[in-house]
Structures are given as structure tokens and as C-alpha cells.
């Protein structure tokens, strides 16, 4: 075409578009006005016909497919006329993420023969579907397809032929096949939490149950077992270990067609709305993390890549756990200490003053990942390694993934250089213990606070205005950190791993699923975890003394279904804490406890979302205080008038007297009524004698008695009563069958003891004052005993220091010691006593302010 040929055309249309334009700009009443009536309804009918050739969803993808099928055919004609037509009469639709990519084989199926299927509208006119994996729902939707792996389309093309299917399938397996039966049964799964065992399919499946039976397992085996305790003067090698992500590492091992190293792999249930309990390093490079839901994880990956889900493999992961374990317990050299941390994470300690030779720790590493990675079958780990647990911690930052890193805190500080290198590698959080709202009170006093080093040099100088900001405790535990020290602490998981280990609470939580109408309906739940837990309890030989209760209730503003499924949604936290006073692991009392605590948490049963219960305060159960407790009981024993038993018939009193005496039931006469007369006398004689004479040697013998009792054996009586009455009330606080677990001071249990060294301190430090470490435990006894309900102890310490006080003021009022105490005394301990003045169940309740 012609330059002018084309000028002609292009002014042709503008010319049509003006008067296009024009037409459109007329008033339509006036242009409707024009036409007669014939008219007006010919238009109308032909305007109604044109809007109705709109296209329909249905009708767009239909032409699309028209149209892709035609460049289809123009590709095959183009590249396919000496190809062999392997492919004829395969319909093929690929599905997700392959490898190579979906252009490549849509090429390929094309020119070979077959027929390309863009869209999923029909399956019937599919034949085969490609894909590299699938999520849980696609498997199942397509388990009755020829699903195959994209290697049946190369390797065919490869031997131009047609291969089978079947060497190919995706979902051919014994695995994926159990892995369809396993969801099918975990759809039909209860998820009713008003059925009894609502309970039991929630923790089946729940990952965070699993974690924590395995974890008290491992730690109860270690306890268990025998190990080697370090001193503080030791030098320690402390080898971190941990898996790289243990369950994405196990699920994808179980699953032959995913490439950990290449694919962006999740572990969840699979659904949209599900959480990622773990991802692999790919998946992490897209921002991916642990915890995010399905849908939002997708959304993060850019165009052509897919994520893959897979489900949890529980026997897989425990199983590979216990290999990992027994690796770690038959290495050559024999460790101190296996101090397991979670099922894929341990720290192991060499005491090196036990060793004659120096260890290679390099070695160690290079071994250990070698052994982990060939026993359990190609699952990696990571080590980071030095002589105390925060830098062991950083060095396996470091040292991920699949790696080691060794740095002691020796090489750390030598070089200011090195060591503030070494500290701007990671963030502030990076540190144990060290969580957000730490991060937020540092950051309160410099904004741009981001890595270890800027901490460094904002404060390493400065430890009041850290402890100022976040805590005496917490401040001295950071600064420690910086230096690659530990704090005493963290250093109780290596030198007393028996107490740092040892179970000191039992909870479950549930905050899916539930759905109530009654407050019956919420007894009932109660009463089966309540059940569940004491259960548990008892296994551990354990009693409990503080229950806490705390419910999850939906919020004024939140939907009452939220976008999880019966999941949680937005809600408010409500918790309550109650004391039993003495440890107890009946259900009876536990349950009535429960419920009464979430009546007087008020959340209506239709609002609940969550339920958590959680035993505190855990104590041992020994044999010595059951038999403190069986004697400390009152001795009543259930009794029967013999009169009674003398009524009976005959026949039956010989079955009836087995019976009692096999319960223990004792037979008694019936009392008789208080005689006002001397013993010596017989009863019949007196009742024989007349009225007259009777009253009068009842009045002779009440005189005498008169005479021989005096006011002096009354007050001796009175003043023995007394005392009795003191002794009780000591054997049942202080004594050796005292109903309270004894709490020991300075390694002493007898309260009497304990006043003693007190005032021994007392006396001892009223010039220079007490140590403020000593202030602490001796306040920490204290809570202690506020915590278990004995304030009167309490309130005896406080005025044995009260009279103190005051006898001393002349003396020594103006020390700086003097002055430590009545500081103390008044704004530690009083405040206390007046906390807990209504508290103490006894007879009398103690109602007063202490003003000492």
C-alpha cells in the first residue's frame, strides 16, 4: 500500500468519526421526536437485539479457544510437517509449575501431534494432565485422571514414541495413594467440638501437640539417662544443632518429584486460610515465613512459579527425630551433656578437663552434619559452636543453612575490630530472649536501633540507662550477650539441667473449632480436657496447686464467622487465676474449680472462640506426703448402734456382720446419758432409793465434787487447753505433718530456723547495710510464701524486724544498714501482708491493715 492510499484512508475515517460524533451529540428526545410510531418501535426492538449480542462469559472463552485453537494449527503447520505425530488423539492440560516451562511443552504437544488444552472447562476432553505437584485438593479432584510428570513428554519426544502413561503417573505411588486416603479420613474428621471426641482428632492433628509430647518425652529420657554435670570452672565446647527446615526437609524427602533446593515448598493442611508450620530456604528467598497463611505466601511469588504444599508426614519426622538423637548419643566422642531443645534442635557440651587431648571442633562438625545427613537420608543440619550457649546460638545463625561456624569468646573480644564486624551481622532480636516488645523499649530511646553493633555503641557504656529501659535483669542479660557471656540464667541449662529441665507447668490450648450455644454444652468441654489433663497429670506423678483459665471471646465489631475457617477471628483475651491452696490432682476439684472460674470470666457461650487451661506450680508427688497426709486426717470412723443391729432378724445378722466388719464399720452401744453422781455408786441402787433421799445424795456428791476442784485446777486446765490448742495450730503450719510443702531458706525448713538466721543477718548488717543479691532471695522466700497462702509467717517476720527496728533506733538510727531495713520492711514486705490480708482461709479471716 501506497503512502496516498493510506493518507486517503486514514482522513476517510476521521471524517467518520466527526459525523459519528455529531450524530451522537444531538438531543435523543429530538431525534426520537422525528419518528412515527412504526418507527420508534422497529428502533427500540433493534436497540434491545444489539445489546443482547454482548458477549457472555461462556461465549468469550469459547471464541478465545477458537482463536488459540487457530494459531494452534498455524504453529503445526509452520514447525510440525516432518515431526511424527506422537501425540495424536492426547487432549493435554498442564497444571502449575513444570519443569521446563509450560510455553516449551505447549510447543512441544503442539508440533508433535497432540492438542494443547488452555482452560480446565470440560475435563471429559482431557486425556492426560501434566504437573510436577499437586496441592491436597487437586489430588484428590484429579485422582481419577492419567495425571503425569512432564518427563513423559520429553522422554517420548526422545524416542519418538508414545510412551506409557503409566511409568510417569504422578499419582501412581503407594505414597501419594495413601496420602489420598489419609485426607479423605481427614475431611471426614470430627470437627464438632461438642462431640466427645472433638478432643482427640484436634490434638491427631494438631503439630504443636506433637511438638510438645516429643519434646517432654526427650527431656524426660534425658533426665532419665546418665550425664556428666559441668562446674563453673570447667572450659566447654557447646556444640548447637539444628535441623534446616526439619519439616519441610521430611515431607519433601517423602515426596520423590519435589526438589527442596529449587521449588518453593510449604508444609500446612493446604487450604487458603491454613498456616505455614514450615518452608523451605526457596520459599523463604520470596519472603515467605513461618506462620504466614497459604493464600498470602502465593501472593509473594512473582509470575510462572508455584508454590508447592505438602501435608504433614508425623510418623516421618518423629522417626527421623530418633535417629537424629541416637546419632548425637553413639558419636565417637562421648558428650557430657544432650540437652535436647525441641525434636530438631539439641545443644551437646563437652567438658574439656575430662578429655586428655585437645578436640577438634572443626572435625566434630564436618562428622556430625556427615552422619545426621546419611542416617536420616538426606536431611541437613547445621552447627554452630563455641565454649558458651549465646555465642553457640549467633554462630548457628551464621552457619545456616547447611553449614558450621565456630567462634569462641576469647577470639571474640580481642580484636574491637572483629568483634564489631562479628555483632553487625545480626539484629537485635536475633539474641535468646529477646523478643518484640523488648526491641520497641530500646527503640523508645533510639529509633534507627536495628543490629547487635548499634546496641553496642548506644549502650555498652551506659548499663543504668539500659536497666532503666528495659529491666535490671533484662539489661544485665543483653550487655552480658554483647560480651559473649552468658547470664546465670541461661547457664542453668548446663550447670543444673535437672531443675532447668524439669516440668513446672501442663496446659493445652484450642483455639479452632470452637462453636458453643449452652453453658452445659461449655461444662461439658470442661470437663474433657480437665479429664484429659488430670489424666496426663497423674502420669507424671505430679500435683498442681494454681490452675489458670483463659478464654478467647469474639470481639464487639469482629464477624461472627471469620475468614479462617471456624478459626478464631479477632478477639479479646480474658484469663483468671485460681489457687487451691494445697497441691491436688483430683478431677472433681479441678473441673468444679474450672467452671466456676468462667462464670466469673462472664464470656457468653455463643462468643467463646478459645479455651485455655494450664496447671501451674507443678510438685512430685512422694510417698513420704501421702503417708503426712493419711495420718493428718481426722481419725472418724463410720459407726452403727448396736441396738439397731440387735433388732435385725436373725437369719440375715450373720451376713450383716461380715459385711460390717469387712468395711470396718463398728458396732456401738448407744450413750448413755451423763452421770451427775460418783461412778461408785451403782446406777440401780440410786434409781431404787426414794425421790427424797436420791436428790439428797445427788446434792452431797455435787458439793464434793466442788470441794476437791478448785479455781486454781480450773486455770490449769484452762491454761492446758490452751496450749494444746497452739501446738495444733503449729503442727498444721510449721510442723513436721504440716498439710503445705515446706519452703526452705538458706537450706532450711523449720520456720523457728529461719527466724533465727534472719535476725542473725539482721543484727550482722545494720552499720553497712544488706547485700542487695541477698535482699533478693530473701524476698523471693517471701513471695513464696504469699504464693502458698502463709501469710501469718509472714506477718511474724515482719514484726520480729519491727521490734528489732525499734529496740535499735537509738542506737542505730542514722546507719545506712538501719535505714535498708525499715525501707525494706516498709515497702516489701508490708505491701504484701496488705495484699494478701484476705487471703489466708482460716477460721478467722485476717482483716486489718499492718501499720507496723
Same mark, same amino acid.
Given at each position: ?681 451403782? =446406777?440401780? *441402787? ?8 436420791? !436428790?439428797?445424795? +445427788? ?5 464434793? /465434787? #466442788? ?114 531495713? =525499715?525501707? *525494706? ?8 501482708? !496488705?495484699?494478701? +490480708? ?5 477460721? /478467722? #479471716? ?7
Amino acid at each position: 500500500m501506497d503512502d496516498d492510499k493510506l493518507l486517503e484512508i486514514l482522513e476517510s475515517s476521521q471524517e467518520a468519526e466527526v459525523r459519528g460524533r455529531s450524530d451522537d451529540e444531538r438531543d435523543p428526545a429530538e431525534t426520537l421526536g422525528q419518528l412515527s410510531d412504526d418507527a420508534l418501535i422497529e428502533y427500540m426492538t433493534n436497540l434491545s437485539q444489539g445489546a443482547k449480542k454482548d458477549f457472555t462469559r461462556e461465549e468469550y472463552f469459547r471464541d478465545k479457544e477458537v482463536k488459540q485453537r487457530e494459531r494452534d494449527e498455524a504453529t503445526r503447520a509452520e514447525l510440525g510437517e516432518k515431526r511424527v505425530p506422537i501425540f495424536a488423539g492426547c487432549t493435554i492440560y498442564i497444571n502449575g509449575y513444570t519443569k521446563p516451562g509450560r510455553l516449551q511443552l505447549h510447543e512441544m504437544i503442539v508440533t508433535y501431534g497432540g492438542k494443547f488444552q488452555h482452560y480446565l472447562l470440560a475435563k471429559k476432553k482431557v486425556t492426560h494432565i501434566v504437573a510436577t505437584n499437586l496441592p491436597l485438593k487437586k489430588r484428590l479432584e484429579f485422582r481419577n485422571y492419567k495425571v503425569v510428570k512432564p518427563e513423559w513428554i520429553i522422554e517420548s519426544i526422545e524416542q519418538q514414541k508414545l510412551l506409557p502413561w503409566q511409568d510417569y503417573a504422578l499419582l501412581w505411588d503407594q505414597e501419594q495413594r495413601n496420602l489420598q486416603l489419609n485426607s479423605t479420613i481427614h475431611s471426614n474428621s470430627t470437627i464438632d467440638c461438642k462431640d466427645p471426641n472433638f478432643l482427640k482428632t484436634f490434638f491427631e492433628n494438631s503439630r504443636l501437640h506433637h511438638l510438645s509430647n516429643w519434646k517432654a518425652d526427650l527431656r524426660s529420657r534425658f533426665l532419665s539417662d546418665g550425664f556428666n554435670k559441668p562446674s563453673r570452672g570447667d572450659t566447654l565446647s557447646i556444640f548447637h544443632i539444628d535441623f534446616d527446615c526439619f519439616f519441610a526437609t521430611v515431607a519433601a524427602l517423602s515426596c520423590k518429584s519435589c526438589d527442596i533446593d529449587r521449588v518453593p515448598i510449604v508444609v500446612c493442611h493446604g487450604s487458603k486460610s491454613s498456616d505455614i508450620a514450615s518452608c523451605n530456604y526457596v520459599a523463604r528467598k520470596y519472603g515467605i515465613r513461618n506462620g504466614m497463611w497459604v493464600s498470602r505466601a502465593k501472593s509473594l511469588l512473582p509470575a510462572g512459579v508455584e508454590l508447592v504444599s505438602l501435608p504433614y508426614n508425623f510418623k516421618e519426622i518423629e522417626e527421623k527425630s530418633k535417629i537424629f538423637y541416637n546419632v548425637l548419643k553413639n558419636y565417637r566422642i562421648k558428650f557430657d551433656l544432650i540437652l535436647p531443645i525441641s525434636i530438631d534442635e539439641a545443644v551437646c557440651v563437652v567438658i574439656n578437663n575430662h578429655i586428655p587431648h585437645p578436640i577438634d571442633c572443626d572435625e566434630i562438625c564436618r562428622e556430625l552434619r556427615s552422619e545426621i545427613w546419611k542416617n536420616t537420608g538426606g536431611c541437613t543440619v547445621s552447627i554452630g559452636c563455641s565454649n558458651t550457649l549465646v555465642l553457640a546460638r549467633l554462630n548457628l545463625k551464621i552457619a545456616k543453612p547447611n553449614g558450621y561456624y565456630i567462634l569462641t569468646q576469647e577470639k571474640m573480644v580481642e580484636n574491637e575490630a572483629d568483634w564489631d564486624s562479628y555483632l553487625g551481622q545480626f539484629q537485635i532480636d536475633d539474641l535468646p530472649g529477646i523478643g518484640y516488645s523488648i526491641v520497641s523499649k530500646l527503640r523508645s530511646v533510639r529509633a534507627h536501633l536495628n543490629t547487635l553493633l548499634q546496641l553496642k555503641q548506644c549502650f555498652y557504656n551506659s548499663l543504668p540507662l539500659l536497666q532503666k529501659c528495659v529491666g535490671k535483669k533484662t539489661g544485665t542479660k543483653i550487655l552480658m550477650s554483647l560480651e559473649g557471656k552468658d547470664d546465670e540464667e541461661t547457664s542453668r541449662m548446663i550447670f543444673e539441667p535437672e531443675s532447668f529441665f524439669a516440668r513446672k507447668s501442663l496446659s493445652i490450648e484450642i483455639n479452632w473449632g470452637i462453636r458453643f450455644d449452652t453453658v452445659q454444652e461449655i461444662d461439658n468441654f470442661i470437663d474433657t480436657c480437665a479429664e484429659y489433663l488430670v489424666q496426663k497429670l497423674q502420669e507424671m506423678n505430679r500435683k498442681t496447686s494454681q490452675i489458670t483459665l483463659k478464654v478467647l471471646r469474639r470481639c464487639a465489631n469482629a464477624p461472627i464467622e471469620p475468614e479462617k475457617y471456624l478459626g478464631c477471628g479477632e478477639c479479646d483475651a480474658l484469663s483468671h487465676n485460681c489457687r487451691l491452696g494445697i497441691p491436688t490432682s483430683e478431677l472433681g476439684v479441678i473441673a468444679t474449680e474450672l467452671k466456676s472460674t468462667f462464670r466469673l470470666l462472664g464470656c457468653p457461650s455463643k462468643d467463646l472462640r478459645g479455651v485455655s487451661i494450664q496447671f501451674n506450680k507443678l510438685v512430685e508427688v512422694s510417698y513420704d506426703q501421702n503417708e503426712n497426709q493419711q495420718r493428718l486426717k481426722l481419725p472418724f470412723q463410720k459407726t452403727l448402734n448396736f441396738d439397731v443391729f440387735d433388732n435385725l432378724p436373725n437369719d440375715v445378722k450373720h451376713d450383716f456382720s461380715k459385711e460390717l466388719k469387712r468395711r470396718n464399720i463398728v458396732l456401738t452401744s448407744s450413750p448413755r446419758p451423763k452421770a451427775t453422781y460418783a461412778g461408785t455408786y451403782e =446406777e440401780k *441402787f440410786m434409781e431404787e432409793l426414794p425421790t427424797q433421799i436420791r !436428790n439428797e445424795v +445427788k446434792n452431797d456428791l455435787r458439793i464434793n /465434787r #466442788k470441794i476437791r476442784k478448785t479455781k486454781v485446777d480450773e486455770l490449769r486446765e484452762q491454761n492446758q487447753r490452751r496450749k494444746e490448742s497452739i501446738k495444733n495450730v503449729r503442727a498444721h503450719l510449721l510442723g513436721h505433718e504440716s498439710l503445705f510443702e515446706p519452703i526452705k531458706f538458706q537450706k532450711e525448713a523449720r520456720f523457728k530456723d529461719i527466724c533465727k538466721i534472719v535476725m542473725e543477718w539482721f543484727d550482722a548488717t545494720l552499720i553497712e547495710g544488706p547485700h542487695e543479691k541477698d535482699l533478693l532471695l530473701f524476698e523471693n522466700y517471701l513471695d513464696r510464701l504469699s504464693d502458698s497462702n502463709r501469710v501469718p509467717l509472714i506477718l511474724r517476720i515482719s514484726k520480729l524486724i519491727s521490734v528489732r527496728l525499734n529496740l535499735k533506733s537509738n542506737q542505730y538510727g542514722q546507719e545506712v544498714g538501719f535505714q535498708e531495713w =525499715e525501707q *525494706f520492711l516498709l515497702r516489701n514486705v508490708i505491701p504484701k501482708l !496488705n495484699k494478701n +490480708k484476705h487471703t489466708f482461709q482460716t477460721v /478467722r #479471716k485476717l482483716d486489718i491493715d499492718f501499720d507496723i
